[in-house]
């Protein structure tokens, strides 16, 4: 787990969490299983990863500070392959109102931050499983109050976000911070990151990734 630096007199120790949101229903994935534990490799292989335990390894392998899980419509998540690994560095944090969007689980997952004396939080999507670990180090890190992955120019995920912004997220409907980023422009930075910030939402983006 990355150690905060020494503040200056005057400044502020920033403790940051990583907030990985998995607590959505992923209706338009339409397979046996829910998108999250659909498996990203087609391989004979006995113990293929899934679409969330790779999203969770990159977020670990950052080591930005504590990673929040927050979980929601589907069980089993962390099963089979993390179920013997060490796991110090999770919490999970159960959001029973998933279903009135994703606004709700990001405040579930701040709150999290915050019993555990975070300040700032980076907020990724677990089905975005190619957000490389430098990405979400490089938003953990970035300046401004509010930081946002680019990759090629365009903004996507993570979103690094201060306390003092914590206020001005909407706290109903499907989005997190994204409305924040067209409110207020002002308090923005952009880093460029590697990785691909690619959805995995439907049976057709999964073959997509299997069969590169």
């Known amino acids: 787990m990355a150690s905060p630096s020494t503040p200056h007199a005057g400044e502020t120790t920033t403790i940051c969490a990583a ?18 534990l659909a498996k990203l490799d087609n391989s004979d292989e006995s113990d293929p990863v899934t679409v969330f335990q790779q999203a969770l390894a990159h977020v670990r392998e950052a080591k930005i500070g504590p990673v ?10 962390m099963a089979p392959r993390t179920s013997g690994e060490e796991l110090d560095d999770l919490v999970i944090c159960h959001n029973d109102r998933w279903a009135e969007g994703q606004s709700t689980s990001v405040h579930a997952g701040i ?27 490089l938003v953990a890190a970035g ?10 120019g365009q903004r996507r995920n993570p979103v690094g976000l201060d306390a003092a912004t ?6 109903e409907g499907d989005e997190g911070a994204r409305t924040l980023l067209r409110v207020r422009p002002d308090l923005v930075c952009e880093v460029s990151c590697p990785g691909s910030p690619a959805d995995i939402d439907t049976e057709e983006d999964l073959r997509r990734w299997q069969n590169n």
């Open 143 to 152: 300046p401004g109050p509010i930081t946002v992955a680019t990759y090629n």
């Open 19 to 36: 907030i990985l949101l998995a607590a959505g229903a992923g209706t338009r994935f339409k397979g046996t299983d829910h998108k999250l």
């Open 68 to 77: 929040v899980i927050v979980t929601g419509a589907v069980n089993g998540l």
């Open 111 to 137: 709150e999290a931050a915050k019993d555990l004396g975070c300040n700032r939080v980076v907020i990724g999507l677990a089905d975005q499983p190619f957000i490389s670990a430098e990405a979400w180090r």
């Open 166 to 171: 914590w206020h001005l997220l909407p706290t």
